[in-house]
T-cell receptor, first 111, second 115 residues
Framework: GENVEQHPSTLSVQEGDSAVIKCTYSDSASNYFPWYKQELGKRPQLIIDIRSNVGEKKDQRIAVTLNKTAKHFSLHITETQPEDSAVYFCAAFGGSYIPTFGRGTSLIVHP | DTAVSQTPKYLVTQMGNDKSIKCEQNLGHDTMYWYKQDSKKFLKIMFSYNNKELIINETVPNRFSPKSPDKAHLNLHINSLELGDSAVYFC??????????????FGQGTRLTVV
């Protein structure tokens, strides 16, 4: 089955800095890679996603890159704000019906 | 309208009891899931159902049994609850399938506390 590794587990930045979270996956059949944000006590919610036929996608301050050859994808957040503080999860959908999640990154943005 | 709803939101119960968590989605999705989120925030897949059929059952004790009466519902029954079952349980759904994978929508979670 799919295995998703996510790093770092904790990321602390100053407001205005950039944050980068990296994930690797194992199943070459995976073709859909969403990123979720989970605020304290809330449900995970999609913030951006990318499909395997695209190398990069951007939505305002958030961007995701995908390297299919190396089987890794990354989330980039620019000009971080305190409200970006949350746990972020990457996930990979492979040749099955199962989205496999990384272990999460706790992002802390200091004002 | 809530896309994925699960009840109850909080559940406190004693060891040895049997309890159920209900989940319903109104998105017309074919696939539903149950995830367990422990204190370290790891989202671990427990079950996945596609069109009412079990697709995957990870290494979950057989005290946990999913029930899918129809495509829109996936309930979770837990027998003989143990302290280690305390966690947040999330139901989710997606329009899954190879080549057609889409966003998974999550319910609000059920915080289960076993005392």
């Amino acid at each position: 089955g799919e295995n998703v590794e996510q790093h770092p587990s904790t990321l602390s930045v100053q407001e205005g800095d950039s944050a980068v979270i990296k994930c690797t996956y194992s199943d070459s059949a995976s073709n859909y890679f969403p990123w979720y944000k989970q605020e304290l006590g809330k449900r995970p919610q999609l913030i951006i996603d990318i499909r395997s036929n695209v190398g990069e996608k951007k939505d305002q301050r958030i961007a995701v890159t995908l390297n299919k050859t190396a089987k890794h994808f990354s989330l980039h957040i620019t000009e971080t704000q305190p409200e970006d503080s949350a746990v972020y999860f990457c996930a990979a959908f492979g040749g099955s019906y199962i989205p496999t999640f990384g272990r999460g990154t706790s992002l802390i943005v200091h004002p | 309208d809530t896309a994925v709803s699960q009840t109850p939101k909080y559940l406190v119960t004693q060891m040895g009891n049997d309890k159920s968590i209900k989940c319903e989605q109104n998105l017309g999705h074919d696939t539903m899931y149950w995830y367990k989120q422990d204190s370290k925030k790891f989202l671990k897949i427990m079950f996945s159902y596609n069109n009412k059929e079990l697709i995957i059952n990870e290494t979950v004790p057989n005290r946990f049994s999913p029930k899918s009466p129809d495509k829109a519902h996936l309930n979770l029954h837990i027998n003989s609850l143990e302290l280690g079952d305390s966690a947040v349980y999330f139901c989710a759904s997606s329009q899954g399938g190879t080549g057609a994978n889409t966003e998974a929508f999550f319910g609000q979670g059920t915080r289960l506390t076993v005392v």
